[in-house]
């Protein structure tokens, strides 16, 4: 069992910037691909952003591209989500998600790839 615990969730302004951090505990964090996901009201949880185990290749969704940077620190067992240039759009519960991988070059986008969700957060962007 892994068990993720999200924190960092707030309200912000347009434009301005919040970090999210998601915490593991349970087994070898160095094993897991780690991923960001977002769920806003009244539609599906979509993908935002994965790493693989070592931290070495992230991938995107392109309308975050540029302005989120996922990282993660295997030595503390922490993800982050640095998440810049917020748009009223970005506003959801994100959550944190892990699967095991023996991989570094592919990348799990989808939801029913990951074994171990963290509780979310909420992130409100005003406008």
């Known amino acids: 069992q892994v068990q993720l615990v999200e924190s960092g969730g707030g309200l912000v302004q347009a434009g301005g910037s919040l970090r999210l951090s998601c915490a593991a505990s349970g087994r070898t964090f160095s094993n897991y691909a780690m991923a960001w996901f977002r769920q806003a009201p009244g539609k599906e949880r979509e993908f935002v952003t994965t790493?693989?185990?070592?931290?070495?290749?992230?991938y995107y969704r392109d309308s975050v591209k540029g302005r989120f940077t996922i990282s993660r620190d295997n030595a503390k067992n922490t993800v982050y989500l640095q998440m810049n240039s917020l748009k009223p759009e970005d506003t959801a519960v994100y959550y944190c998600?892990?699967?095991?991988?023996?991989?570094?070059?592919?990348?799990?986008?989808?939801?029913?790839?990951?074994?171990?969700w963290g509780q979310g957060t909420q992130v409100t962007v005003s406008s």
């Open positions: 790493i693989t185990r070592s931290g070495g290749s992230t």
């Open positions: 998600a892990a699967t095991r991988s023996m991989s570094e070059s592919y990348y799990y986008t989808r939801g029913t790839e990951y074994d171990y």
